[in-house]
């Protein structure tokens, strides 16, 4: 039973929430606390690190790094969810994936500082993959779409809050505003973490596996993997994901100099650079909510070809 159950009265907070229930529910309703600040690091982190002397080639170097050190976390995230609990290992792998990362970003001074954060941001694929069966597992099937695309407006919409950014850049420059902003972003996560644990319950999936994995070893889950790899370069349905996941997530690494092309290529201020999130947020929001709603209806694969064409 959530926490906000009680408001499920108020028509405003039916319209946008739905009836979502329990975790799910909670998780939705904390998750601009991490949202908001989280679309302002990721767009103007390039330019901070700049500002700090982080040349464009170091900057690539760290996001390989991450994404290497990030398959390895991705490997582990299984076996410790399993054996600490969704709940558990929400809270703590979220407090070193991003209190301690904001921390250490809050306070860099050069690369080896940037490495640092990336070592602990790294840990992200665990508490990604805790947090998800925590939210959805004992929602219905029906209800985790809704889930999903609530979650997707809410990440989106934050996108609006970037050009505040800019704002403070131009009035204190790049490295104070940015120093302030991980901060407030720090503490607001951090709070965001320790609410949602209190709020949240265990779910019935996670009890059952935390008992049955606390006889298992990590070598017999490690080989459950290993057939699941095999599974995934065998059958041509898994593979073809995979590969599309692949090339955006290629895709998305350019996007990350996004920031330091349009402010030292072509010269835009803070203030305008800042405007591209903004500009991105509403657009996507608009594809959300005009044309997805039409291309459900049809139920064709064209929609995904035009997507991934665009």
């Given amino acids: ?13 039916c319209k946008i929430f739905g009836d979502l229930d329990g975790n799910a529910l909670d998780c939705a309703i ?16 390039p330019i901070y690190m700049k500002a700090l002397g982080v040349s464009e080639v170091n900057m690539g170097l760290l996001n390989s790094l991450l994404a290497i050190f990030m ?12 054996r600490m609990g969704r709940k558990r290992t929400s809270l703590v792998f979220d407090i070193i994936t991003w209190t301690a990362a904001m921390l250490i970003w809050a306070v860099s001074q050069n690369f080896w500082f940037f490495l640092a954060a990336v070592v602990f941001n790294s840990f992200g694929k665990i508490t990604y993959t805790s947090w998800t069966c925590l939210a959805i597992e004992d929602t219905p099937e029906d209800k985790r779409v809704q889930f999903f695309g609530l979650l997707m407006i809410i990440n989106l919409g934050s996108g609006v809050f970037t050009p505040i950014t800019g704002f403070f850049i131009n009035r204190f420059g790049v490295v104070p505003a940015m120093r302030g902003i991980y901060i407030f972003g720090c503490i607001s996560m951090t709070a965001m973490f320790f609410i949602r644990n209190h709020m949240v319950e265990e779910t019935r999936v996670g009890k059952e596996l935390m008992k049955l994995h606390s006889n298992i070893s990590l070598k017999e889950k490690y080989q459950d993997y290993a057939k699941a790899i095999k599974y995934m370069f065998t059958n041509p349905l898994t593979f073809i994901v995979l590969f599309v996941m692949i090339l955006t997530n290629f895709q998305l690494s350019f996007q990350f100099f996004n920031a330091v092309y349009l402010k030292d290529t072509l010269k835009l201020s803070a203030a305008m650079t800042s405007l591209y999130p903004g500009i991105s947020a509403v657009v996507n929001l608009l594809v959300y909510f005009i044309f997805i709603p039409r291309l459900m209806k049809k139920r064709s694969s064209k929609g995904l070809i035009h997507g991934l064409f665009l």
Avoid at 1 to 11: L, Q, V
């Fill in 1 to 13: 039973m959530s926490h906000f159950k009680s408001r499920k009265g108020n028509y405003l907070f």
């Fill in 30 to 45: 904390l998750e601009p606390l991490w949202a908001v600040f989280g679309g302002m690091i990721i767009f103007y982190q």
């Fill in 71 to 82: 398959v390895f976390t991705s490997f582990i995230a299984g076996p410790i969810t399993d």
